[in-house]
């Protein structure tokens, strides 16, 4: 049974897990003192004794409050990397005198930790799972999001709702700030998708997609206005290799389905979204066109990383992008 004084904080949406952390915080201050509160972060934590601080029972006071921040630790490369004989050899780390200490921890010490992204193999994780009184701050998604928008902007229509989870790649940690942007730019009357279009710069992720839905059906007109506008947004490297990487992923995924291998085999192997993978297949009858481009591509990012741009780097860059798209076409 989980315990009332091991608690633990975890999920992606960090907008609605610091809003209840600072809830607590406060109302815990309120009522037990701020005295009896402490914050520890991995990087203090290894300068502090961190069995004493877990096993002290409270000196004033009927409670007290030990916050650990970002504990569980995140995965980190070096944790990959580390081979048995290292990690034998290493004193105790944080999170092992933590683990050892959890089942000792006094009743009237409260113990919350707070961890967006734990690596999820270690053993403290694992213990917190079946000890803890565990709270999930889960993504909205779908209708949930939907309700939340509109429940924070009442007058917000319906295409501009759209528009807004599109921009922000339904990241409810920007929906929040353009939130709070959009409720002082129109105060009065609908949120519309032109104030959406006018206020929210959309993610890389969201701009590509529309530049390379343009580029699969080869308009080249369309995919030149459309790599303007984003160019106003975004830096032109970031833009040039993002869109090399979903053109690769066309192209992959062209090459295994004239291979034979299953559609959500497909989908599945190479991670795309089931409604851009979607899009892409009903384009696949372009995969040689679209092949040629990305050749293009590859021969203009060597020829600005080898310095054979003229000019600027990015006027270069940008000039040589500009250009094979223009020239992709479909045969009439």
């Given at each position: ?12 949406n960090?907008?609605f ?7 607590w915080?406060?109302i815990?201050?309120?009522?037990y003192g701020?005295?009896n509160?402490?914050?520890l ?8 004794n961190i069995?004493s ?8 006071g ?6 650990l921040?970002?504990?569980p630790f ?17 004193t ?35 213990k917190?799972?079946t ?9 909205l ?6 309700e939340y ?7 917000i ?43 929210v ?13 343009a ?5 080249n ?7 303007l ?18 053109i ?16 959500g085999s497909v ?6 979204h089931?409604y ?6 009903k ?18 990012d ?6 054979e741009?003229?000019?600027d ?20």
């Amino acid at each position: 049974m989980p315990r009332s004084n091991i608690v633990f904080f975890t999920g992606s949406n960090h907008i609605f897990l610091r809003r209840d952390l600072d809830a607590w915080i406060d109302i815990f201050a309120k009522k037990y003192g701020e005295y009896n509160i402490s914050r520890l972060d991995r990087e203090n934590l290894l300068k502090t004794n961190i069995l004493s601080e877990l096993l002290t029972p409270v000196f004033l006071g009927e409670k007290r409050l030990i916050v650990l921040e970002d504990v569980p630790f995140a995965a980190s490369q070096k944790d990959d990397e580390e081979t048995p004989a290292e990690s034998a050899s290493k004193t105790p780390d944080p999170e092992s005198i933590i683990l050892e200490a959890l089942d000792q921890i006094p009743e009237t010490t409260v113990v919350l930790f707070v961890s967006t992204e734990p690596d999820k193999r270690k053993a403290l994780y694992k213990k917190l799972l079946t000890i803890a009184t565990l709270k999930e701050y889960e993504k909205l998604e779908g209708n949930a999001l939907r309700e939340y928008i509109r429940k924070r902007l009442p007058h917000i229509d319906v295409t501009a709702l759209v528009r807004l989870i599109e921009y922000t790649g339904a990241d409810i940690n920007r929906i929040e700030s353009e939130i709070d942007k959009l409720s002082l730019y129109k105060q009065d009357g609908w949120i519309t998708e032109e104030d959406i279009k006018t206020t929210v710069i959309p993610t890389i992720e969201t701009s590509v997609f529309t530049l390379t839905d343009a580029v699969f059906v080869l308009d080249n007109s369309l995919a030149y206005r459309e790599l303007l506008n984003i160019l106003e947004t975004h830096n032109i490297h970031y833009v040039f290799s993002t869109l090399m990487s979903t053109i690769r992923t066309f192209l992959y995924a062209a090459k295994l389905l004239s291979s034979g291998y299953e559609p959500g085999s497909v989908q599945s192997l190479l991670k795309i979204h089931p409604y851009a993978f979607e899009k892409m297949r009903k384009n696949m009858k372009y995969s040689d066109k679209i092949g040629i481009l990305y050749s293009e591509f590859v021969d203009l990012d060597r020829r600005i990383k080898t310095g054979e741009g003229i000019g600027d780097t990015d006027d270069a860059l940008r000039i040589g992008l500009e250009k094979a798209i223009l020239c992709l076409q479909k045969n009439e």
